[in-house]
């Protein structure tokens, strides 16, 4: 498989064919991130609060890692590295950094464009994957191996090298492979495995869940979100009195609040919110390809009707009733309607640049109408100004 050929959908399409759900493996596969962006990212998530950050010696992982994690003095990966090496006695690390991506979205939106054209061959996961991005020297991952039969994953090498001990369940065989930069691990449901990073090995790794009933945390999230909304719930006291009442028949029921709890559970579960809810989810979970947690938006901007702008992600448009739709872009969601609305977004389907005075004209539709919808497509990064030129009669 070349590694640096210019048509992912091609590469992805031959990678399944020959590899998707059968054995692990090895292969080029160079997924057009450098080590010095992964640094950065991990970098950044360490010094920001409760974030999903480990780090791990030959011995186990560290509770409190404090200042073997990266500073504002470790400016790159090998002043970090070297420091490390004189503070470590030249001993094993390894850091590991847990959902960072959404910190920059050029990174995210590469790692999102190259999961893209995997789903296009594969299809569409149903719940998020999870990245982390991990960089280590001389040292073996911080878990024991263990049965994952629920997980798909992919681990690229973007520098260095690593070698992947794998227990393949199905098959009983235990076998080793080795990966440089530049190529892709891969390994289907069923696999046990145990890494090791060797020369200052940088990898990304993305996990797909791939059991039915992972589906059960997502739903029951949702619910659990909507219900803390409900000022019956919110409401609900924290300890009962002892003895607990009986009723007229000296019975003892179940305590109010959690038979409350159950009957708000059981009332948002069976009515029409839930499954619109869960239609828009995947809307946005579709144009971030999995990959969340998102970049967050811009902040609200309004966009001047004379600039011209281009379609810069995929807008995934789903309907949502009578001239309604939802429309995706990068994780976010907006509702629009009408009839204007949907041949704006079959012009931006068009790859054509434009003006809203422009799409004002095609659509019969004042430009001022537009421009609302258009700043909000710009503040999810859904299309950006090509230039500062103006359109031809230069106002504003």
Known sequence: MDATEPD???????????????EPVAVPFAPGLRPEQAYRVIAAACAAPASAVHFAT?????????????GPDDRDLNTYANRLGRQLDESGWLLSARQPLWRDFEIWSRVRDLLAGLWGAVGRPALPVTAELSVGQHCAGPDAPAPRPGSIALTWVLDGTMTVRLWPEHTGTEFQLTAGAGDLVYWPAGCRHLD?????????RITVP???AAALTHVRELIAERMQQDSVYAGAPAALPFPPPAGPDGRI??????????????????????????RITWAARHSAAGLEPVPPPRAASRVDPGVRMRASAELFRMPDGPGRAVWAANGHTLPV?????????????????????????ETGTPAEALVPLL???????????????????GSV
């Open 8 to 22: 992912l959908s091609a590469r992805w399409i031959r990678f399944a064919e020959a590899h998707w759900g059968r």
């Open 58 to 70: 030959a011995r186990g992982r560290l509770p409190t890692p404090g200042t073997l994690l990266p």
């Open 196 to 204: 090791h990073y060797l020369d200052r090995c940088t990898t990304l």
């Open 210 to 212: 791939a059991h039915p």
């Open 253 to 278: 029921g179940a305590a109010e609040p959690v038979a409350g709890a159950a009957r708000l559970f059981s009332r948002l579960a069976a009515g029409p919110e839930l499954p619109r809810e869960l």
């Open 337 to 361: 309607e009408g009839a204007a609305a949907e041949r704006v977004g079959d012009r931006l389907g068009s790859g054509a640049a434009f003006t809203a005075r422009e799409l004002a004209r």
């Open 375 to 393: 700043s909000d497509l710009y503040r999810i990064r859904a299309i950006e100004p090509v230039d500062v030129d103006r359109d031809e009669d």
